[in-house]
C-alpha cells in the first residue's frame, strides 16, 4: 500500500496553466506506476495520463495530448502534472493514482489520493 497526496489546484483563468503534485509516502515509490484521473460533477472519473515505474513511458488521453504532461521524480517520491492552455472543461477533481502495472482504468488502480480541486474559468 501506498499513501497518495496531491496538491496544486486551484484557480485560473483559461489558457493559463498549472501544475499538480503527488507526493507518496509508505511504499516503494519506484516499484509502482502513476496516474492521474479526473472526475468532473455528475460525470465518471476518467483517465487523463499515466506513467510507468521509471518515467520513460506516458500515456495521455487524448483530450489533453499536447498540452498536459506527466512526469515523476523517484528521488522526491512524487509525481507531477504539467497543465498548459487550460480549457474550462478541464474543471474537475483530479486524482492521484498508483500500482504496480500501467493502466488507464479507473479499475487497475488499488491506491488513491483524496484529490485536489482545479477549476478553469472562462
Known amino acids: 500500500q501506498v499513501h497518495l497526496v496531491e496538491s496544486g489546484g486551484g484557480l485560473v483563468q483559461a489558457g493559463g496553466s498549472m501544475r499538480l503534485s503527488c507526493a507518496a509516502s509508505g511504499g516503494t515509490f519506484s516499484s509502482y506506476a502513476l496516474a492521474w484521473f479526473r472526475q468532473a460533477p455528475g460525470k465518471e472519473r476518467e483517465f487523463v495520463a499515466v506513467v510507468n515505474w521509471s518515467g520513460r513511458w506516458t500515456n495521455h488521453a487524448d483530450s489533453v495530448k499536447g498540452r498536459f504532461t506527466i512526469s515523476r521524480d523517484n528521488a522526491k517520491n512524487t509525481v507531477y502534472l504539467q497543465m498548459n492552455s487550460l480549457k474550462p472543461e478541464d474543471t474537475a477533481v483530479y486524482y492521484c493514482?498508483?500500482?504496480?502495472?500501467?493502466?488507464?482504468?479507473?479499475?487497475?488502480?488499488?491506491?488513491w489520493g483524496q484529490g485536489t480541486q482545479v477549476t478553469i474559468s472562462s
Open positions: 493514482a498508483a500500482d504496480l502495472s500501467p493502466s488507464t482504468v479507473v479499475g487497475g488502480y488499488t491506491n
